[in-house]
């Protein structure tokens, strides 16, 4: 069982910065690659960001590549994400998740096993 908290979300002005945060409650977390998601009321679950095990691997969407960065301390059992140039449609529910199955990162919800709470990320314009 693994234990997913984000934190970090919170409202900001077009053009302004945030980072996400996410604890992850276990030992093996440098086995699995994480990733990054978010949501906005009536649609899917699209993906952002996600990061191998090592964090040598990474993975952008096309509308953050240049203006996110992800990242991981494996000793702190954390991943972050950086998100600098904040704009309007960034606004969501970013989510973590954890893939324990694979140390490749993935761009398929599907594949992730467990997943945070949420934090509300709102940027006004």
């Known amino acids: 069982q693994v234990q997913l908290v984000e934190s970090g979300g919170g409202l900001v002005q077009a053009g302004g910065s945030l980072r996400l945060s996410c604890a992850a409650s276990t030992r093996t977390f440098s086995s699995y690659a994480m990733g990054w998601f978010r949501q906005t009321p009536g649609k899917e679950r699209e993906f952002v960001s996600a990061?191998?095990?090592?964090?040598?691997?990474?993975d952008y969407e096309d509308s953050v590549k240049g203006r996110f960065t992800i990242s991981r301390d494996n000793a702190e059992n954390a991943v972050y994400l950086q998100m600098n140039s904040l704009k309007p449609d960034d606004t969501a529910v970013y989510y973590c998740?954890?893939?324990?199955?694979?140390?490749?990162?993935?761009?398929?919800?599907?594949?992730?096993?467990?997943w945070g709470q949420g934090t509300q990320v709102t940027v006004s314009s």
């Open positions: 990061i191998g095990a090592s964090g040598g691997v990474t």
């Open positions: 998740a954890a893939d324990l199955r694979r140390t490749a990162p993935s761009r398929s919800p599907l594949v992730y096993n467990y």
